[in-house]
């Protein structure tokens, strides 16, 4: 509960620095991180409706009200039933407000209602206020991440050590074993199983078909799932590893000694201090140098938490310095049209220690018989 509480007071705190009168959570991760409370992504609107000063109100539809942990100390619940304007609810506790910040990830419907029934509020994202607070992890949430990336390491060690037969079998095949043993490691929800072989793998985010995986080729694993983390929120993990049938050819070889390399100067370079536009940075220049930066099409990294793509961002115009408890993937990858890809990638922690990878298992190419 003090948790929730100290949160909300971070947030208050921000508020006053942006001079924001109210902070309106609605479906996404803020919510869940902020009270505890997840919001279906539903036509009824469900919403935290928090003062600068004063308590805060969940405004919530009457048939959710009973998955609502009550926590008294750090919001009031307010129900609606069908036939009732959930909109004039929290019109009502706006009253006369002149600035909302309001969750990004809010249905543009419910934004559109509250500016008709509210013409002179001027509208931020929450993101302003709440990602600043979100991206610096607690000991908890750290650890949390530390179990969901332990997990998705044991899949892809066996799959490193061949325990999982991949050839003759087709992509979607070997996703869906995949992700039947993302939960059986102790994960709630699936969020992707990218398997991708051969030529498929030039495509970043590939989705798992029905190509039958051959003898001589790659295949890039990019897994992960939300596990139950703290105060029943869940917490993501994220990971690729590629492995090879059998010996790679020399071309292929070559382009993943070249992504070995840039991962690792990404990981190194994630200091606390560092701007993160450095960390894509130290991860492109080693590709560039190799002659590949024209097959590196995205970003370093991404922020993972709550949500598996949250802030900050490892990207080029991110100025802003890696501070302890930020977590984020350093994820490089190569991809060559029509031939071959690679991406190679882990969950790092910046601590005053230096950074911290929460994947631990073998980052070389994997050769497998099987
Ligand atoms: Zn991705
Ligand atoms: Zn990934
Ligand atoms: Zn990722």
Redesign the pocket.
């Known amino acids: 509960m003090v948790v929730f509480e100290h949160r909300l007071a971070q947030a208050r705190a921000s508020m006053v620095d942006r001079k924001v009168d109210f902070l309106l959570l609605s479906v996404g991760a803020d919510l869940p991180y902020f009270c505890g409370y997840e919001a279906m992504p539903l036509e009824r609107l469900t919403m935290l409706v928090v003062p600068r000063d004063g308590d805060a109100t969940l405004v919530v539809p009457h048939l959710e009200a009973p998955r609502v942990v009550e926590r008294p100390d750090v919001f009031d619940v307010v129900t609606w039933r069908d036939g009732e304007d959930p909109i004039d609810l929290v019109a009502k506790c706006l009253s006369g407000a002149a600035t909302a910040a309001l969750g990004d990830q809010t249905w543009a419907g419910f934004a559109l209602d509250l500016l008709s029934a509210c013409p002179n509020l001027q509208l931020a994202r929450a993101s302003e206020v709440t990602a600043p607070i979100r991206m610096v992890k607690d000991a908890a949430e750290i650890e949390a991440l530390r179990h969901a990336a332990a997990a998705v390491d044991r899949i892809l060690a066996d799959v490193q050590i061949g325990a999982m037969p991949l050839i003759g079998r087709t992509e979607v095949d070997v996703a869906g074993q995949i992700a039947r043993r993302i939960i059986d490691e102790g994960h709630q929800r699936v969020n ?1 199983t ?1 398997v991708a072989s051969g030529p498929n793998a030039a495509s970043p985010h590939h989705e798992a078909g029905d190509r039958v995986i051959r003898q001589g080729e790659s295949v890039l694993f ?1 897994i ?1 799932g939300t596990m139950a983390g703290v105060d029943g929120v869940g917490y993501c993990s ?3 590893r590629c492995v090879h049938i059998g010996p790679p050819p020399d071309g292929f070889a070559e382009l993943y000694e070249v992504l070995y390399a840039s991962q690792a100067a990404g990981v190194a370079a994630a200091t606390v201090g560092t701007p993160c536009a450095e960390v894509d940075q130290a991860a492109r220049q080693v590709i560039n140098a190799a002659g590949y930066g024209e097959f590196f099409i995205h970003r370093t990294g991404h922020g993972i938490g709550i949500e598996a793509h949250e802030h900050p961002n490892m990207v080029s115009g991110n100025e802003l310095p890696l501070a302890a408890g930020h977590t984020f ?1 350093v ?1 490089p990858g190569i991809y060559v049209p029509g031939m071959w890809g690679a991406r190679l ?1 882990d969950i790092v922690v910046a601590t005053t220690d230096g950074p911290e990878p929460l994947n631990r298992i073998d980052h070389g190419l994997a050769v497998v018989d099987c």
Do not use: A, L
């Open positions: 992707f990218i990019d992960g994220d990971i690729t993937s994820e990638e």
